[in-house]
């Protein structure tokens, strides 16, 4: 829906086109005309849905910017969700001059008493702060018409509920309240019934971060022990088109040679090479001569290719929206792709925080044992070898062939075929990746004052992971461990093993 409708005034839809959005979103569509009309309003809807624009654009309408009392409070749970609430309000309300003031704990407090002296219409703060304030009397609510209590479910899980009461008892009873939370559980409802009149209930769909079309697994293991459990993955997965995602350049740089060296068809990129190579590259892994693409975030961005199987996370990121990005490059144009990432030990913190993100549990994955790494092994070379039997011309080699099974064991030949399409293992070509730095230890604790990211802890939760159907898992391969992989062949495996190597002592007796 086009903001025009939405009965707003000429100076904020100009605020709108200045933040660049185009359209309002579901969340802004619903509750601003109930709100400009002064109902209270009960919105379910998470960080990341427009909820903040959702109801800072109605307040700024309704404001009366010549008036220097605090007329709106917008109650949030975080210092980050306070700062960033503020800097939107501020930015939408710039052409009106509305003055919009933030304060949370943990700062200086003379320099936020010297800002609510400025005459903020607008406050925006974190529970315990405002209390300190409202008990100082550096701010008065006496004036308040509009209360906004933000991701209300984090206050509650956060023990705010009584701060919150003790600041609406302030507040005079004849104003308009918003609710906003990412879930309703009943203590939220209570606060509903308890503190609004007749409120409207707006429920927004969550956005789905990752699809249902993407498995998401993930495999705990050592820094050192990654390299030889991701070849195994990917003799038992037969992964067809795949992207592996690594911290630092150096690594890009040691995993796309130790699989070159393994024989896997795979190349890397990164910020140092150039733009022509890194093209070249993308060509080669878009038209499927490439298997494998191992990359950093930074050069993968960009990467806009429909066909990707798997993803896998060599490194965890950071950043759970970094993994949102790095997953989203399969499971595109309604086909089904297939995440893993490895976690070690102390990492197992970032892991809670993707999937509070992403509200989708990853299932855990044991590492291949080398005997299921060698039966998958074994299934593809079967494959290989009958895409060779059918494109060899055998009138050709007959005779050569007949002098052969006369001097060999026809099992023995076909023994030594396959070993020589089989990729080489761990034992016989032990690949060495540089230890990085680990990721600091996050302890997967909730809040805890700071957030982590842009948002802080800001991403709605509690709600409960949506365990997804694993029907599509029934079928797997090798005890379980795997999925219903993607068994499209592109191009048999034979021949793109490095030359020379002793293939897994495979002695071929002569007849005697
Ligand atoms: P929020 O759910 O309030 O945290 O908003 C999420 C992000 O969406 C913020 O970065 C907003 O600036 C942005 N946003 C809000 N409304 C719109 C809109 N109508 N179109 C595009 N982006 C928006």
Redesign the pocket.
């Known amino acids: 829906m086009k903001?025009k409708e939405l009965g707003l005034s000429d100076d904020l839809l100009a605020a709108?086109t200045d933040?660049?959005?185009?359209?309002?979103?579901p969340?802004?569509a619903e509750t601003i005309p109930m709100v400009l009309k002064g109902q209270d309003v009960i919105g379910q809807?998470?960080?990341?849905?427009?909820?903040?624009?959702?109801f800072?654009l109605p307040i700024l309408e309704k404001i009366d910017k010549s008036n220097p009392n605090v007329q709106a409070l917008v109650i949030s749970p975080t210092r980050e969700l306070a700062i960033?609430?503020q800097e939107?309000i501020y930015?939408l309300g710039r052409h009106e001059r509305a003055n919009v003031q933030v304060v949370y704990g943990g700062a200086d407090i003379r320099r936020q008493i010297k800002s609510l002296k400025n005459h903020p219409q607008v406050v925006v703060g974190t529970p315990g702060r405002l209390l300190d304030h409202i008990r100082r009397h550096t701010l008065k609510l006496d004036h308040v018409q509009m209360l906004v209590l933000d991701e209300a479910d984090e206050m509650l899980n956060m023990g705010f509920l009584d701060d919150i009461e003790d600041i609406i008892k302030q507040l005079p009873e004849e104003r308009q309240t918003m609710l906003f939370s990412a879930t309703m559980p009943p203590e939220i409802k209570r606060v509903g019934v308890q503190f609004m009149q007749d409120p409207k209930h707006v429920k927004i769909k969550a956005k789905e971060l990752t699809t249902d079309l993407i498995d998401q697994f993930y495999v705990r293991s050592r820094d050192f022990e990654k390299f030889d459990i991701m070849t195994r993955f990917f003799d038992v997965q037969d992964p067809d088109l795949t992207i592996v995602f690594t911290r630092t350049k150096r690594r890009v740089d040691e995993i796309s040679n130790g699989l070159q060296a393994r024989g896997y068809n795979a190349a890397g990129i990164h910020g140092d090479l150039t733009q022509k190579r890194r093209t070249q590259i993308m060509n080669e892994f878009r038209h499927g001569k490439l298997d494998i693409l191992v990359a950093t975030d930074v050069a993968a961005r960009g990467i806009d290719i429909n066909d990707v199987t798997h993803v896998y996370n060599y490194d965890i990121p950071q950043d759970p929206d970094s993994y949102v990005h790095r997953v989203g490059r399969t499971g595109r144009a309604g086909k089904h792709g297939v995440s893993m990432t490895f976690v070690t030990p102390n990492e197992m913190g970032y892991l809670r925080e993707i999937e509070k993100l992403t509200k989708v549990r990853m299932l855990p994955l044991k590492p291949p044992s080398a005997e299921e790494a060698f039966v998958g092994q074994l299934g593809v070379a079967k494959e290989a070898v009958t895409e060779l039997v059918n494109k060899t011309d055998t009138e050709k080699y007959a005779s050569a062939a007949k002098s052969l099974l006369e001097e060999y064991d026809a099992e023995d030949l076909v023994a030594a075929l396959l070993n020589d399409v089989t990729k080489d293992d761990s034992s016989q070509v032990p690949v060495k990746i540089t230890p990085e730095r680990p990721l600091p230890k996050r302890g997967g604790k909730r809040h805890g004052g700071g957030g982590y990211h842009r948002?802080g802890n800001?991403h709605g939760n509690g709600g409960g992971y949506h365990h997804r159907n694993n029907d599509r898992r029934g079928g797997s391969r090798n005890g379980g461990r795997g999925y219903e992989g993607n068994r499209g062949h592109r191009s048999n495996n034979g021949g793109r093993r490095s030359e020379g190597s002793g293939k897994r002592g495979f002695t071929i007796r002569k007849k005697d």
């Open positions: 903001f709108v933040a660049g959005y185009e359209e309002a979103t969340i802004q809807a998470q960080t990341g849905t427009g909820k903040t624009a959702a800072a960033q609430t939107e930015k948002g800001r």
